[in-house]
């Protein structure tokens, strides 16, 4: 276990009903906020009017900003600070996804932030370009799909169109002032996005299970534990969609699964998370879904590294009997359950008519996607919904 530090601000607000509160929390802090989320709301246009009813009923003035894409990119967020200072805006709400979210976090930087606003992202690994911000408006964040934690940490992952990247940036002044965490606005989640942000929920915790240093036997069972409860909730959650209970504990798995809890002493990188966020930004990939192609290819490739950490996931997680078997019978079968999972549970395949193609402001790949040729082929189509979803990420 490595030396830490560990801080979190973030209040958090839980429970079935408690969307009620958001006008109240936006008064405590100023009288206009920019409300932050997606270009097509598709269901959650009733979340943002009733939203906006409250915020009015307590004084408080909403600027709506719907301009956000899935892979929100870095040109959305310079529109969202141009109509934050116009409106001269005293906090920022972002309400949806991880999606809208990270927008929101940005959108709230961005305003005071005093250099070209890509600038704030860490869009280089081999040297240190980025620029943190050093302050940010107030941020209320009020997730309605359990996936990114966004709601709970200081993280935000922007796209640019122009250079064909995604990338991050994380700084303390992204940490929300208050997060409304309401399970019931996740009622109405298609299969699809529910499980693609299982996917992305799981995929925080395999980061730190896989990558991390040995000795960590608390973390271990926090990280566990969070596997087991979401594969928990997914499989009630398939007879049920409308399963309150599972709904309310996905979404605190979820959001437990990234804050920082699991974290501490493991120093561990994210280098699926790396990989995935260059299909999503070639490929316009839903996240969830581009982790649960890049999840079960990496454990292949780098279990040899830790096998003893792959045993460990089989027997705990799986309830495999490990005594007395080699790693290199066993660990294969517990990868392959491990993706039979994402595929049965989670990011389920739609019809490969669904497959993703380049976005068209991107510079289109040498190799149509789905191509005998294309490393992608045999799961482009899990990364798209079905045509009838909209998914948001």
């Known amino acids: 276990m490595e030396k830490f530090e560990f801080y979190n601000p973030v209040r958090v607000v839980f429970g079935p009903g408690e969307l009620k509160r958001v006008g109240a929390e936006a008064r405590a802090i100023g009288q206009t906020a920019l409300l932050v989320s997606y270009k097509e709301p598709g269901p959650l246009k009733e979340v943002l009017g009733r939203i906006e009813k409250l915020l009015a009923a307590d004084g408080v003035k909403a600027v709506p900003f719907y301009g956000v894409s899935a892979n929100p990119t870095i040109q959305q967020v310079e529109e969202g600070v141009k109509k934050a200072k116009a409106e001269g805006v005293q906090l920022v709400i972002g309400v949806g996804g991880g999606s809208a979210m990270d927008a929101a976090k940005a959108i709230a930087a961005g305003v005071l932030y005093k250099q070209p606003l890509w600038n704030m992202i860490v869009s280089r690994h081999d040297q240190a370009v980025a620029v943190s911000p050093t302050e940010a408006l107030p941020i209320i964040l009020v997730p309605t799909l359990p996936a990114t934690s966004s709601e709970m940490n200081a993280g935000a992952v922007i796209s640019n169109q122009q250079t064909l990247e995604k990338s ?226």
């Open 168 to 393: 991050y940036v994380f700084a303390n002044p992204l940490y929300a002032r208050v997060s409304i965490l309401d399970p019931e606005l996740t009622l109405t989640l298609p299969a699809y996005q529910t499980g693609c942000g299982a996917a992305d929920a799981v995929s925080h915790v395999m980061e730190l299970y896989l990558n991390g240093v040995d000795d960590t036997p608390l973390q271990d069972r926090l990280m566990e534990g969070i596997i087991l409860t979401i594969m928990e909730c997914m499989e009630k959650l398939k007879k049920d969609p409308r399963d309150l209970a599972a709904r309310t504990n996905l979404m605190w798995a979820a959001t437990v699964a990234w804050n920082g809890w699991t974290q501490p002493g493991v120093a561990s990188g994210v280098p699926m998370h790396l990989i995935a966020h260059v299909l999503s930004a070639r490929y316009n990939t839903t996240h969830g879904a581009s982790l649960a192609v890049v999840m079960p290819a990496f454990m292949r490739r780098f279990w040899k590294t830790r096998p003893q950490r792959y045993v460990q996931f089989a027997e705990r997680i799986f309830g495999m009997e490990t005594k007395g078997k080699k790693p290199e019978k066993l660990v294969p079968q517990v990868i392959q359950k491990f993706e039979d999972w994402l595929k049965g549970r989670a990011c389920r395949p739609a019809c490969r008519r669904s497959a993703s193609r380049p976005r068209r402001w991107n510079r289109s790949p040498r190799r149509s996607p789905g191509s005998a040729s294309d490393p992608m082929a045999s799961w482009a189509p899990a990364c798209r919904p079905p045509r009838r979803t909209c998914a948001k990420s």
